[in-house]
Every structure is written in C-alpha cells, then in structure tokens.
C-alpha cells in the first residue's frame, strides 16, 4: 500500500511520464477487456511491464497524439508479451516473467523509432541530474540509482523510494544498500573510475537484484544474502556486456541485467535447494520469512507418520538403534511391551506366557492400505526359548500408498484376522500380541521397510498422533527407549463440534475493557477451495488433521477478532482425554511494531535466536488454557494467556485473553431458533 | 504373653477341615492394614471405624484402566456414586480420571459439589427431579433416559432454554442373565427402545447420542457382556441407518463381582468369578470386532462394587458374649447391620484384628440394635474372643458408607489411609447435633414437667 503510493508520487514529479504511464496501464486493461469472453480475475502484476513501457515511452517523448499512438501500440504488446511469456514460463517452470516484457518492448520502441522523425519533433530535453543537499559522490549515487527505477533523475525520488523501502521492509532496505556498493564497488575497481560509477543509473541493476534474490523469491536467510550478494557480483558481467553492447544502437540496457541474473541465480537456487523458496508471497519478506519458520517447524514432515499398533498404555523396550536387535539393515524397528506400575511386564508367575500383560492383548493395524504377506501359523515360544529359524514369527505385513511396507510381529498363532490382499484401515484389528520368532517374551515389533522381502533396508518413522503418560499429546513423535505411549483416538462429540461447515455463521461479541462490539464470522472456501472464517477483510484459515482442529494461516488487518481466535487456540487435540499439548505461532500472531521486526531481521539469520511457543491444557472436558510465550534468546519478551470454553454444539463459547495487562472477552452470542 | 482364662467347652470335631487348614484361624487375622496396625487405627480413632485404603483403590482402577484400554481405546470409567459417595473416596477416583455417575438430586449436587463439571456427569435414574434435570441439561451433563415420560418433560426443558439437548437412553434386554432387570428404561427385543430412540430423533430438540445399558449387579458370567455389547452394537447400527443419528457414546453400566462371599455360593470368589482382564477381553474383542475404528463409540463403564469393594474396612469391638439355649456361642458387637447394609446379600468376611491363640469355634456375631434382625454373621469360625477384641470385616468398600443408617447409634468415623501411610479422617463420627441439626421442635412443646 504506502509502497504504492510513494511509487505514484515519485512517477507524478515528472508529469509528462506519469502520464504516459498511465496511459499505457489504462490502455492494457481495456485490451484485456475487449478480447476476453467474460470478466475474469483481475491480475495487478500483468500491468507493470505495460506501464515500465509508458514510463520509457514518457522520459523520451512529449505526450502527444503521435506519442500517445506509440503508447498504446506498446502497451498492446507488452501485454501480450507479458500474458504469453507467464504462460510459457509457468508451464515448463515456475519462474517469474519478472519485467523482461518491458526490457523486450522498450528495446523495440527505442530502436523504432530512432527512425521516426516526426517523434522526435517532442523529444524531451535531456534532463539533468537534480540534486539539493550537498552529499558525498557515493551517497547520491544510491539515491539517484533508485529514482532511475521508475526513470528519474531527481535525486528527490530516490529519497522517496528508499523511504518507501524502509517502511515497507527493513531487509530490503538493507539489501538495497548491499547490493548497490556491492556493485558499485566492484565495478568503479575495474573500471579504475570510482567518480563516474556513482553516476551510472544502470546500477539500480545491483539493488533490484539485491532484494529480489535476497529476500523476494528467496526466504531471507544468510544464503539468500549470499546468493544474492554473488549474483550481484555475477551481474557486473551482464551489465557490462549489455551496456557495451546496448551502446552501440544508443540504448540503455533498462533492466535485462537484472532480468537475467536473477531468472537464473533463483532456477538455480530451487534446483539445488528447493526449501530456500518463497512459495506464497504475503506482505513483505519479513512476513514470509516468519510465516516459512512457523510453517517448517510447525508441519514440516521428517519421516512417515504412523499410528501406534495397539490400544491402551504400552512401554518401548527397544528402539531404534537398539541394543539387542536393531541394528543394520534392521536397526529402524521398535518393540513395545507392557508394564504395570512396577515396571513388571507380568503379574504372577514369571513362567507363564499368559501372565504377560501383553500376551493376546489385540495389534490394529497401523496405517491404511493392503495386506501383502501374512504369517499365522508359527508356535508362540515358551517364556524365555526363541525360534531363530522363523525370526519374524507370526506377522502381517502391509503397503502403503506413500511407497513403504510396515511389518507387525511375533503375533500370537492363529490370531492374524486378514488375509493376504485385504484392505485394512487404521486402528483395525488385525491380530493378537504373542511370542513367536525371535521373541523370549511377548512384545510387538514394528518396523517400516522400503520393499516386501528380508534384506530389504528399514526406514526410519514417527508415530503419529499419540499420548504419553504424563498427558503430553503429540502429533508427531520419534520412538525412544521407555517411552510409555498411547494411541489417541478422537472424541464422536468434538469432531462434531470441530466440524464447520461452508455458510456456517456465528456471532461473537468482542470487549476489550475499552469498547464492545459484535461480530459475524462465517465459513466460507477461499478461491483455492481451502475452508477459513471470514471476517470483514480478515481470513482464518483451519483444517482438521487426524485428530486435531488446527489454524495455520491468518490474512488481515493487525487486529480482528480472528486474529485472537488464532492466539488463543493453535490447535485443539479433538479427544476425550485431558491431554496437555504445544504448538507454537508466527510472531505476527503474537507481536506488533518494532519488536516483531527486530527478531524477524535477527531470525533471517539464525531461526533459533527466538521462539514462539504456546503451552495448552485441558482443564475440563470442555475447556482449555493456552499460554504463548515469546523469547528472544531465551528471555521472555511477550506473554499471553487465554482460557477457552468449548461450545457445546459448535466451535467456541467464551474466550478470555490476557495481555500486556488488559484483558480480551470474547463470547458466543446465543442464535435465536 | 500372659494368657487369659478361657472357660473349657466341648468341640465337635471337623476332621476334615482341621487336617486340611490346621487350626483354621491363623488365616483368619488382620493386624495390619497397608502397613498401619488395626489396634493404633481403634485407639486413635475409635470403634467402630470405617477404614478405606488409598493405596488398594488407586492400584484397583488402574488395573482396570490398564486391562479395558489395551482391549478397547476409547473406555472412560464413570464412577458409580451410590456405591460410595464420600467426597474423598470420590476425589480419588477422579483424579484417577474417573467422571461420575449419579442417580438423584442429591449426588448430583454431590458431584458438582466436589468439583466435577456438568459434562462430566452421567445423570442415570428413574426418576430425575425437574429442577435438578434443568441444571444437568443446562451443565451439559450426559443425560440417559429411563422412560417415555421423561422423554416429554426433557423436551419441555429443551423448549423452555431454546436449546437442542444431547440425550442417550437406557435400553433393557435379555443377555442371558437371571434376573433380567426390565424396570429401568427401554426394553430392547420388544422393539420399545427404538420406538423411544424413533421418538426422540424426531423432536426438534433433542439430538440422540448414546446408548446405555446396565444389565444388574454382581454378574458373574463374560457371556453376558459379550452379549450385551453385540446387542448395544447391533441397537447403534440400526439407529444410525434408519435414523441418521450419530451414536457417541454407549454405556455399559457396572455389574462385574467384587471378591465379597455372596450368600449361599460355596467356593470363594476366586473360584467363581471371571477376572477384570478376562471381562475387559469379553467387550473389547467384541466392539473391536463389530465397529470400524472410524466409528469407534466412546465407551463408558459404570463399575460399582468391584473397584471399591475390597478398599474398605470396618473394625469393630466384641462387647459382649453369651452362649444361647442350644450351646451356641454368640458375642454382642458394637457395629451391626446399621453399618453392614450388604450383608443383606454377603457373609461377609471377618478375621480377629489382634493375635489371638485358641481352637476355632463355630459362633454367630450380633449387632448392637436393639433388634432381632441385627445379626452381621449367622456362622463364622473364629477363636475365643474376650470383649475389646478387635474384629475387621472386609470387603466393605461398596455400599456400606452409603447405605448405612442413622438408627440407635451415632455413624462413626471414616478414615483413609494415604499411599505413605498416614491415617486421616475423611469423615467424622456424628454427635447429637448433627442428628437433630434439622429438626424443629414448636415452641409450645418446649415445656413440659414430668
Ligand atoms: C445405573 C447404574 N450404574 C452402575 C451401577 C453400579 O453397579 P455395580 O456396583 O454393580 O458395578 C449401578 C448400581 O446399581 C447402577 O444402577
């Protein structure tokens, strides 16, 4: 927005080429609306390269009759070219047309019409630079550089973008400076002529790349700094080619430097490391970058997930890397038992397999997919003897869509229910523990393994949705020795309640201490059929995964009433159990201003120099409490606590939130039958 | 030691028993519980004094907890109120992750009292006063349905708070079991149940969610269960299509044995009765077997008696002793039937609390009413007792404490042994004013001379 605006003013202290620019804008629009059948999406980026073109067109050429059918023929085609170019490109990559459209274009233009005289009847004078303070050499050269972006020579323009960058983004800001003495230097040291290398306008080269590598279509980091700094490097040769190359039609080389450092530096960097890329745009990089660290560590997904192949309390006894069994090939594999409040794995006699907690107690099946292999008729050992000749004993062995097969074993004879072909679903039963193969004592074995035979290596995984016996629920979470862990499975009641439907409205009134009003939020699909609630301008986004109601992405204004949904509530395990369970938020949920800023530049370089993380809590059946704490190397910088009333038929009844000291009251407003 | 006179007496002679168990009574004492020595817990506490270990409940509803949750995932415990309702013992079973179950007014209020949330309560019962069922609808409790009139009077709340109310129902029916308890809700072959579910899943107020079933009381066959799961599955299969209404819950109800001697069975409970990993299997294996894990039902169970019983204690004095006409030796306690309502249905046991030498004896043991009915054991051997004897009867953690009465004698204290050992009053001994607190005696009769 206020990058908008400042752009508009710079372009207005020449009248002549902003209108021209507006000119060309108006002129694409209409060319779109005449040729397409019905009304269409509206595309704002399908409109710059039409109007860098105006803008060439108007630094050149007095606004004219002449001029005026000049913009237009050159707008048409910009537009053209631009739709075409997106298209080809988005088709065989998925690489911007950046403004290679307006380079192509305005190269024509500038070339044609070197043999229209009747042009050049309103050619402009050349305009002399315009300055007013007094600065050093290299200190106007950055300022002048950026004003040459949008055709400028005032030194005025350049004051204006670079504040304009400074609002909208501190790390822009600074790789616009990077990039530029990057450059600058670099090219005044093989030039020998460090005075006129601050006079060359082409360098907005530098800075445009700077920004759109380190921190546009790149997550800021320290590799997108350092790729963009050596693409910064690299560009002194195309800009230096071009520019002799350009000279010899008397044509400046606009942006193709740019165009073609950063078309291949951002190929390369998602060929090489496809994590580094910028995937939605959101407002500015610092926001992405925070979205991307929330996003990673919140969802990213190591290892296959599965379920836990049983139900109730079992304790891990081996995992992986195991001492006893789990070694090479083998060494991903986990054995689970069950224990009582001694640590015992029997009550009475330590002889009889029947004493065992875990002897044919039911195995369900871990993951959905079909029975490849099943092995049933194997003699449980007696306590203590193994079977080395058949060391998996009784299993089940099944495939899943996601390309690996998990193997279940040491199974009870006779106790395996499906057969080889059949199509199990998650938490089915599909056998009883026991002690066959390579099993002194019952215990299951569980293992992932990348092919159906013996020798066929294990694969590393997680188990997914689980408890352990302090209450602690986790989405996700790697085997360890003594673990005590329980599947869990999710309450009919809070699906149901959980379960928000297209159209669905709610009302809500929103008192924090100062005023109270009411609002209306509804549930609505965004154009990418992803469900949010809906806001005024604000969206929410949520899913439920597995078992858990979760936001994961919030649009909108810095406060609405979503915004505190998003606070308060991360994510809700939709169980009966009274679990405790983390998550943790983008800062832009939990932080405003200066401090939100300062971490985000600091975390472009080292993510773990802040954390995010909220604690939750069951209180009741129906209720909760989350408490978000902000840290910046490892001291607390922000701090909410919300308590949150689950209603009884859908969604939420009361929210309280507690913040800096005042207190947010949010509350269901009872709908009339 | 110094031994007490005891005056000779002729015994018949029971060869068989003495060889088998020698003298029969070293197997009968109980001088310790959970550590703590019966005659410390007397002295301080007095006699009689009901004696409740931590220690036995805790590991009992974890046993349970561990044995139906490796069966069946979705199992929560309800705790059945009316077998104890003591705020502490209750308390304990809660932070055991136990919701409860109540049956009136009075343990509703109870159970909110102690600090257990409306949807945290299984309202059950005949008969639901309107006031108390207003406030559990409002609380979101889980309300299960007896009757047809109920039906109506839980519409007419619906109505009144403009609200569409969860409800399940409670469905009788034949498992196999004698008696088959039919008074308590919806009998379920005669097709009655359904048309109650029918009823109900046509009111615009009320949402059908669950299903419950509490087929009686010390059950002592796994069959039944497994019948009455198939039927419960079978009842919420059938209302799911032909209804379209989504079954949440079902509610097995308690039922399963607890180690007290039922009256007239001759072999021990041991013998007779199932184990807890034997009925977690029977209903385990039969929902997993008949429900897709999608639809997995959340499955409450309402245990009573088998999970308290064995926690509980009374220890009582032999006041007196007297031989009758036919040369039987009774002794004269100073608890009776006011505190032993289950021996109604239970001999239960009883074993000398300090150590005592002698031959066994067969004797009956009498209550102190002032009532011919007031007898506790009508044949139990045990050695010669002198008066100030400490007796111990256990299991008599169900019930008892709740069914107890004020009648001649004063309740007396209720303590409870915590895990390490510490010995504390959960309930004090009543006095005069506790039992005349309500009473009102009009002015005009306060004068009188005599
Ligand atoms: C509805 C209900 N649930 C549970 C119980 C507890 O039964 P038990 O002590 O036999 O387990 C009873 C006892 O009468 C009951 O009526």
Not at chain 1, 59 to 65: A, D, E, I, T
Not at chain 1, 256 to 275: D, G, K, Q
Request: charged share 20%; glycine share 6%.
């Amino acid at each position: 927005m206020i990058l908008g605006v400042l752009i508009a003013v710079a372009t207005f202290v020449d009248l002549n080429t902003g209108l021209c620019g507006i000119i060309a804008i108006g002129t694409a629009a209409l060319f779109r609306i005449i040729t397409k059948p019905s009304k269409g999406g509206y595309h704002p980026f399908d409109y710059y390269n039409p109007l860098l073109v105006g803008l060439s067109i108007g630094v050149r050429f007095k606004l004219s009759l002449l001029t005026f059918i000049l913009i237009l023929a050159s707008a048409i085609l910009t537009y053209v070219l631009t739709v075409v170019l997106k298209n080809l490109l988005g088709k065989y990559t998925a690489l911007p047309v950046l403004s290679l459209p307006f380079v192509i274009v305005s190269s024509m233009v500038y070339l044609a019409t070197l043999r229209s005289s009747n042009l050049f009847a309103n050619v402009l004078i050349y305009h002399s630079p315009v300055t007013y303070f007094d600065l050093p050499i290299w200190i106007n050269g950055y300022f002048f550089s950026l004003g040459a972006i949008f055709f400028s020579k005032n030194i005025i323009v350049g004051y204006l973008i670079s504040g304009a960058l400074l609002i909208h983004s501190r790390i822009m800001f600074f790789l616009s400076i990077a990039g530029y003495y990057t450059g600058a230097l670099v090219t005044g040291e093989f030039n020998a002529a460090h005075t006129t290398t601050y006079q060359d306008m082409n360098y907005f080269n530098y800075i445009l790349i700077a920004i759109a590598i380190g921190s546009i279509y790149l997550i800021p980091s320290i590799k997108s700094y350092v790729i963009a700094l050596f693409a910064v490097l690299g560009s002194y040769v195309v800009l230096g080619a071009t520019e002799v190359l350009f000279q010899n039609f008397s044509l400046p080389v606009f942006t193709l430097p740019f165009n073609i450092t950063v078309l291949f530096f951002i190929y390369y960097s998602s060929i090489i490391n496809s994590r580094l890329s910028t995937y939605t745009y959101l407002k500015n990089p610092e926001s992405n970058l925070d979205y991307h660290i929330n996003y990673t560590k919140r969802f990213e997904l190591t290892f296959p997930g599965i379920a836990l192949p049983f139900s109730g309390e079992w304790t891990i006894s081996q995992a992986f890397n195991g001492l006893i069994t789990h070694k090479g090939l083998w060494r991903y594999g986990v054995d689970f038992v069950i224990e009582d409040e001694q640590n015992q794995q029997f009550s009475g006699s330590a002889d009889v397999l029947k004493n065992y907690y875990a002897f044919s107690k039911p195995v369900l099946s871990p993951i959905a997919g079909n029975v490849v292999e099943v092995i049933n008729n194997i003699e449980d050992n007696a306590v203590g003897s193994i079977n080395r000749e058949d060391n998996w004993g009784n299993y089940v062995l099944i495939y899943d869509l996601r390309g690996f097969y998990v193997k279940v074993c040491h199974l009870e004879m006779g106790s395996v229910i499906p057969a080889t072909g059949a199509y199990v679903t998650v938490g089915q039963k599909i056998g009883c523990c026991g002690n066959s193969g390579y099993s002194p004592t019952p215990h299951i074995h569980i293992q992932l393994q990348t092919g159906v035979n013996n020798n066929h290596p294990t694969i590393e995984f997680q188990f997914e949705q689980v408890a352990d016996n302090n209450s602690n629920f986790f989405n996700r979470i790697t085997p360890e020795k003594d673990m005590v862990l329980t599947p869990v499975f999710s309450s009919k009641k809070k699906k149901r309640i959980f379960e928000l439907l297209l159209g669905d409205l709610m009302e809500f009134s929103i008192d924090d201490g100062n005023s109270k009003k009411n609002e209306t939020i509804e549930v609505i699909l965004d154009e990418n059929g992803a469900s949010c609630l809906k806001c005024g301008a604000a969206l929410l986004y949520f899913e439920v995964h597995k078992n858990v109601f979760r936001f994961y992405k919030y649009f909108g204004p810095t406060s609405s009433i979503l915004k505190y949904f998003f606070h308060a509530i991360p994510s809700i395990p939709l169980c009966d159990n009274n679990l405790i369970w983390t998550d943790r938020l983008s800062l832009n949920i939990s932080l405003r201003g200066f401090m939100k800023n300062f971490i985000l530049i600091l975390q472009s370089f080292y993510w773990d120099i802040a954390d995010n993380n909220v604690n939750c809590k069951f209180t009741g059946n129906y209720k909760f409490e989350t408490h978000n704490i902000t840290r910046l190397l490892s001291r607390e910088v922000g701090s909410t606590k919300s308590e949150v009333k689950i209603h009884d038929k859908k969604f939420i009844e009361h929210i309280r939130i507690q913040k800096n000291g005042s207190i947010i009251n949010i509350n269901r407003i009872k709908e009339k039958n | 030691m110094k031994r007490t006179y005891e005056k000779p007496i002729f015994l018949e002679q029971n060869v068989g028993f003495a060889n088998k168990f020698q003298s029969g009574y070293y197997e009968k004492m109980t001088t310790k519980i959970d550590g703590v020595p019966v005659k410390d817990i007397m002295d301080n506490f007095g006699s009689p004094v009901f004696v409740f270990s931590e220690k036995t409940i805790r590991e009992t509803i974890r046993k349970y907890n561990r044995a139906f949750k490796t069966y069946y995932p979705k199992i929560v415990f309800a705790w059945s109120y009316k077998t104890n309702y003591l705020g502490a013992i209750c308390s304990v079973l809660h932070t055991e992750g136990s919701i409860a179950e109540v049956v009136s007014e009075f343990e509703y209020e109870k159970a909110r009292n102690i600090g257990v949330s409306g949807d945290r309560i299984i309202f059950n019962g005949p008969y639901k006063r309107s006031g108390i069922l207003k406030q559990a609808v409002e609380e979101n409790a889980i309300i299960n349905i007896d009757n047809f009139d109920e039906i109506y009077r839980i519409e007419e709340i619906a109505l009144q708070l403009n609200k569409k109310i969860d409800v399940g129902i409670r469905i009788n029916m034949n498992s196999g079991i004698y008696p088959q308890w039919t008074r308590f809700g919806f009998n379920y072959e005669s097709g009655q149940a359904f048309s109650a579910a029918k009823r109900i899943a046509k009111s615009e107020n009320l949402n059908l969610n669950g299903i419950h079933c509490h087929m009686g009381t010390y059950i002592v066959t796994t069959k039944a269960y497994m019948v009455e799961t198939v039927k419960l599955v079978e009842f919420m299969k059938i209302l799911e299509h032909q209804l379209e209404v989504d079954i949440e819950y079902l509610d097995l109800g308690g039922g399963f044995p607890s180690k007290n001697r039922l009256k007239g069975v001759y072999l021990p409970p041991d013998f007779t009765a199932p184990t807890i990993e034997e009925y977690a299997k029977a209903i385990g294996e039969t929902l997993l077997a008949n429900v897709s894990p999608e639809k997995f039902p959340t499955v409450y169970l309402e245990s009573g008696r088998s999970i308290i019983d064995e926690s509980g204690y009374l220890l009582t004095s032999v006041t007196a002793s007297k031989r009758l006409l036919d040369g039987r030796k009774t002794y004269i306690l100073d608890a009776g039937v006011n505190f032993l309502f289950t021996t109604t249905w239970y001999d239960i046991p009883v074993k000398v609390g300090i150590e005592i030498e002698g031959p066994a004896e067969d004797v009956t043991l009498y209550g102190p009413l002032c009532m011919n009915i007031d007898v506790v054991r009508e044949n139990v051997k045990l050695p010669p007792l002198s008066p100030g004897t400490p007796l111990v009867f256990n299991p008599v953690g169900a019930y008892c404490v709740t069914q107890w009465m004020q009648f001649i004698e004063y309740r007396p204290n209720v303590v409870m042994i915590s895990e390490s050992g510490e010995v504390e009053i959960i309930r004090e001994a009543e006095t005069l004013e506790d039992v005349i607190a309500r009473e009102r005696i009009p002015e005009r009769l306060t004068k009188f001379e005599l």
